[in-house]
């Protein structure tokens, strides 16, 4: 499913039949099939191009395939958050060493377009570059493998890199790897709208919690002033 690009073109089917298949095979074999995932994970992470989509239905099935260290109201596991989020984190810094190693004419010469407005859009950004990194992972400009492999080559410090994508990868983990949950209950015991409409809810809640540091500060400040204003005319009417 994996290597014939089946994981990507049939999501559910394909979720489904790797949960099934896994699920018991991880019974006996656990580290094995522990760290296959992972170091699949890792590797299409490390060759981005080739594995591009593929990280969201991965973590899709992590969460489906595990609930060790389950958190009691939600039953997310963290376990499975942990595999995830290490994964993408180690595959991407993987990327940014290989970049960093022989990438730059290979990029120069397939995306340089791309790298042109990278390189503008950090001007923008010269008195924090970490904020840069932020907004690189959040931002729809760029695919993650693109930002994985030219942040090597334009002057980003690899502990920037690691820290900002750390970050950022918080809300769409938690996402994708609670779908993963709710697919494997209802696979397990049945659907049952008030247990995922609970868990939804509570999981959108944390997302929105997650997001709130990947606020731009500049943003976040004309934000707080509009907000004061409103309320400044909302007292004056009153």
């Keep these: 499913d994996v290597v014939r690009g089946r994981l990507v073109r049939e999501p559910q089917q394909s979720i489904l039949g790797l949960w099934t298949c896994l699920r018991e095979y991880k019974k006996d074999n656990w580290w094995h ?28 099935l992590i969460g489906a395939l595990y609930d060790e260290w389950a958190e009691p109201n939600t039953g997310y596991s963290l376990l499975a958050h942990l595999l995830g989020v290490s994964g993408e984190i180690c595959g991407g810094a993987g990327g940014w060493i290989m970049s960093y190693a022989i990438g730059r004419e290979i990029l120069l010469h397939f995306a340089a377009e791309k790298m042109a407005t990278l390189k503008a859009e950090m001007d923008k950004f010269q008195g924090s570059l970490f904020r840069y990194m932020l907004f690189l992972r959040v931002s729809p400009l760029f695919p993650n493998w693109f930002v994985n492999y030219s942040t090597a080559l334009i002057g980003m410090p690899f ?10 990868i918080q809300p769409a983990a938690c996402m994708s790897i609670a779908m993963g949950g709710m697919l494997r209950d209802v696979g397990e015991s049945g659907l049952d709208l008030g247990k995922l409409a609970k ?40």
């Design 159 to 168: 502990s920037y890199f690691v820290v900002a994508s750390t970050l950022a």
């Design 33 to 60: 099939t522990t760290g296959g995932l992972w170091g699949i994970y890792a590797i299409f992470k490390i060759f981005g191009p080739f594995g591009a989509g593929t990280s969201m239905v991965l973590s899709v």
């Design 199 to 238: 868990r939804g809810g509570m999981m959108a809640a944390t997302m929105g919690l997650l997001s709130l540091p990947l606020i731009p500060a500049d943003d976040w400040s004309k934000g707080m002033a509009r907000f004061r204003r409103l309320l400044g005319r909302a007292k004056e009417k009153d």
